[in-house]
């Protein structure tokens, strides 16, 4: 049963993407007392998220995450999670911060959230700076568990689409970056998550080569996807996009037999989908069936 601080913080998460200011308030005069050493990184998760990337509030943020630092609940873990926020926030502000105490892994962590928070303020080759400086310590780790390679993947699946939606406005560079975020996503989610998360990265891939024109590429990618919810009995939420990602993918390829095929698969898993998530698809239903005979 949900706690009234889990309440609080779920609610908080609803709102903030349009209310930042008013849950920024919220979070410094409202906040339930936390009941576990992990509601109370989850605070300061939301602390940094809201006061980084929404507000560009970094002094603010780093304050909040120092009075958390006293807590009778702060223990080991607490104190990496409020050390790793404060230094992702520093980072983000200014470029450097002090991180000498720190272990390899928290090093790779701050880099990943300050990517995150650069990306989340439209600074997107500070971004990439940062999240490239994050795999590249990764990758010169002997080892690395799932709780290292999750903040890289999620910075890094963010910047796919970040620089996926930029279309024809996209540079030869920042599609290039593209593919490379794209890639790492999914090498990256392999370590950190489950089959879901590789699926729903292969779904990225096939996008980001169908935006950049490499429509046999695409195909392999989609058809990953699309493969990977049959083995795993996968939901029709997962199924629509797996049919949608081949077919744009076949589209792209010319193959007008092939796509008319994967869309009406997709108008078929609609049809399944529960209300809200119809809502989620409709559009990109009606996108898909645009794309003609």
């Known amino acids: 049963?949900?706690?009234?601080?889990?309440t609080f913080l779920q609610q908080a998460w609803v709102d903030h993407a349009d209310h930042a200011e008013a849950v920024a308030l919220r979070l410094r005069?409202?906040?339930?007392?936390?009941?576990?050493?992990?509601?109370?990184?989850?605070l300061a998760q939301i602390v940094v998220h809201v006061c980084g990337e929404h507000l560009g509030a970094f002094a603010d943020g780093r304050w909040r995450l120092a009075a958390l630092a006293g807590h009778p609940l702060a223990d080991t873990t607490v104190q990496a999670t409020l050390r790793v926020g404060t230094a992702a926030l520093t980072l983000a502000e200014s470029?450097?911060?002090?991180?000498?105490?720190?272990?390899?892994?928290?090093?790779?962590?701050?880099?990943?959230?300050?990517?995150?928070?650069c990306l989340g303020r439209k600074e997107t080759g500070r971004a990439m700076a940062f999240l490239g400086a994050a795999r590249e310590r990764l990758a010169a780790l002997p080892s690395a568990g799932a709780a290292i390679h999750r903040p890289v993947a999620i910075a890094c699946n963010n910047l796919t689409w970040e620089l996926h939606g930029r279309g024809d406005a996209r540079s030869?560079?920042?599609?290039?970056?593209?593919?490379?975020?794209?890639?790492a996503s999914k090498l990256h989610w392999s370590h950190a998550g489950?089959?879901?998360e590789v699926e729903r990265a292969d779904y990225g891939l096939a996008l980001c080569h169908v935006s950049a024109g490499n429509a046999e590429q695409a195909v392999e990618f989609?058809?990953?996807c699309l493969a990977s919810c049959e083995?795993?009995?996968?939901?029709?939420?997962?199924h629509f996009f797996a049919h949608e990602a081949l077919a744009r993918a076949l589209h792209a390829c010319g193959d007008a037999a092939g796509r008319a095929l994967h869309v009406a698969a997709a108008e078929a898993e609609f049809a399944k989908l529960?209300?809200?998530?119809?809502?989620?698809?409709?559009?990109?239903?009606?996108?898909?069936k645009a794309l003609g005979p």
């Open 1 to 6: 049963m949900a706690t009234s601080f889990d």
């Open 29 to 42: 005069s409202e906040t339930p007392t936390p009941e576990s050493g992990q509601q109370l990184g989850a």
């Open 95 to 117: 470029g450097q911060a002090e991180r000498q105490s720190f272990t390899p892994e928290e090093v790779i962590r701050s880099d990943a959230s300050a990517a995150a928070i």
């Open 172 to 183: 030869a560079e920042g599609t290039e970056a593209m593919l490379d975020a794209a890639a």
């Open 194 to 196: 489950t089959w879901l």
């Open 222 to 224: 989609a058809q990953q």
């Open 231 to 238: 083995q795993h009995d996968a939901s029709p939420y997962e």
């Open 274 to 288: 529960a209300a809200k998530d119809q809502d989620r698809c409709r559009e990109a239903l009606a996108n898909l």
